[in-house]
């Protein structure tokens, strides 16, 4: 059974940093596209990162513009686990932060596009 679990959220004060990580069980996903969505509120799901394969252990990182510069998508593949690093963090950035996975080669910023998604794991961000 495969299942991508989600840790590291909390509470942070405006422009402090928080580390996100996703471990994966129950299969590799070392060749596999993953990436991170949040939710806010009465707010659809948003794309944040992705780190999409391309080829042996080369990624491509994608972030939405609203974090771009201020956060990082990283992978360990030994451990099977992606991370989100959080600096710069802003009262908007409070959600739920959901990772996901899928291994189809569609459009990276669209939930649809991954089949496996863990639980999520609430950051709130304080002004």
């Known amino acids: 059974q495969v299942q991508l679990v989600e840790s590291g959220g909390g509470l942070v004060p405006a422009g402090g940093s928080l580390r996100l990580s996703c471990a994966a069980s129950?299969?590799?996903?070392?060749?596999?596209?993953m990436a991170w969505f949040r939710q806010a509120p009465g707010k659809e799901r948003e794309f944040v990162a992705a780190?999409?394969?391309?080829?042996?252990?080369?990624?491509?990182?994608y972030y939405a513009d609203s974090v771009k510069g201020r956060f990082t998508i990283s992978r360990d593949n030994a451990k099977n686990t992606v991370y989100l690093q959080m600096n710069s963090l802003k009262s908007e950035d409070t959600a739920v932060y959901y990772c996901?996975?899928?291994?189809?080669?569609?459009?990276?910023?669209?939930?649809?596009?991954?089949?496996?998604w863990g639980q999520g794991t609430q950051v709130t961000v304080s002004s």
């Open positions: 780190a999409r394969w391309i080829a042996g252990s080369t990624f491509y990182a």
């Open positions: 129950g299969r590799t996903f070392s060749r596999s596209h």
């Open positions: 996901a996975a899928g291994d189809r080669s569609s459009d990276y910023k669209v939930s649809l596009s991954y089949d496996y």
